[in-house]
T-cell receptor, first 117, second 116 residues
Framework: GAVVSQHPSRVICKSGTSVKIECRSL??????MFWYRQFPKQSLMLMAT?????????EQGVEKDKFLINHASLTLSTLTVTSAHPEDSSFYIC?????????????FGQGTRLTVV | AQTVTQSQPEMSVQEAETVTLSCTYD???????LFWYKQPPSRQMILVIR??????QNATENRFSVNFQKAAKSFSLKISDSQLGDTAMYFC?????????????FGKGTSLLVTP
């Protein structure tokens, strides 16, 4: 149980276009979802936290107009990178917290490698 | 601000041997949680072990155990009987109740290589 599916696993887009990444909890209700960014050989940095039905809370330095996060249901959160540029190329990982589990349990998606050309 | 420090960027251990990965953290919180995550080449994050700060007993999960020293704010991971499949990045992480709702704060990671 507690599976998080992230899609797509890899995406290449042209500079200036937008790309959407989906994060789904397959067998549980995700009250909170987290979006992280990981540069090569570096750690995971929290970008934003989203709760179902409310606006996402962004970390300092993360542009909310560039990284649009929507958490419209208890099983789906999306991250849209708008007007992507090469510097947005990175590995994006979502994680979800389950309603019925310990608040500190985080279940991770498999990540999305974004390349902007 | 909460910080997590992993001072060993890379480590190597021979198969069947024991290795210890270091982690220190800084916080003014009293109620918090510590974790070790493994990230293999697939980049899927896998929980290795967790420790509640209010528990004095060190957590153990099969070949993995921690040495939690609360006063020293130290949380090291010991891997016994290392296996080739243990080769991965290991991240120490910290969380507490905050505006970010128990988001994880990660250290920079230690790349562990297990050699035959």
């Amino acid at each position: 149980g507690a599976v998080v599916s992230q899609h797509p696993s890899r995406v290449i887009c042209k500079s200036g276009t937008s790309v959407k990444i989906e994060c789904r909890s397959l067998d549980f209700q995700a009250t909170t979802m987290f979006w992280y960014r990981q540069f090569p050989k570096q750690s995971l940095m929290l970008m934003a936290t989203s709760n179902e039905g409310s606006k996402a809370t962004y970390e300092q330095g993360v542009e909310k107009d560039k990284f649009l996060i929507n958490h419209a249901s208890l099983t789906l959160s999306t991250l849209t990178v708008t007007s992507a540029h090469p510097e947005d190329s990175s590995f994006y990982i979502c994680s979800a917290r389950a309603r019925a589990r310990k608040v500190t349990e985080a279940f991770f998606g498999q990540g999305t490698r974004l390349t902007v050309v | 601000a909460q910080t997590v420090t992993q001072s060993q960027p890379e480590m190597s251990v021979q198969e069947a041997e024991t290795v210890t990965l270091s982690c220190t953290y800084d916080t003014s919180e009293n109620n918090y949680y510590l974790f070790w995550y493994k990230q293999p080449p697939s980049r899927q994050m896998i929980l290795v072990i967790r420790q509640e700060a209010y528990k004095q007993q060190n957590a153990t999960e099969n070949r993995f155990s921690v040495n939690f020293q609360k006063a020293a704010k130290s949380f090291s991971l010991k891997i016994s009987d290392s296996q080739l499949g243990d080769t991965a990045m290991y991240f120490c992480a910290f969380t507490f109740s905050s505006n970010s709702g128990y988001a994880l704060n990660f250290g920079k990671g230690t790349s562990l290589l297990v050699t035959p």
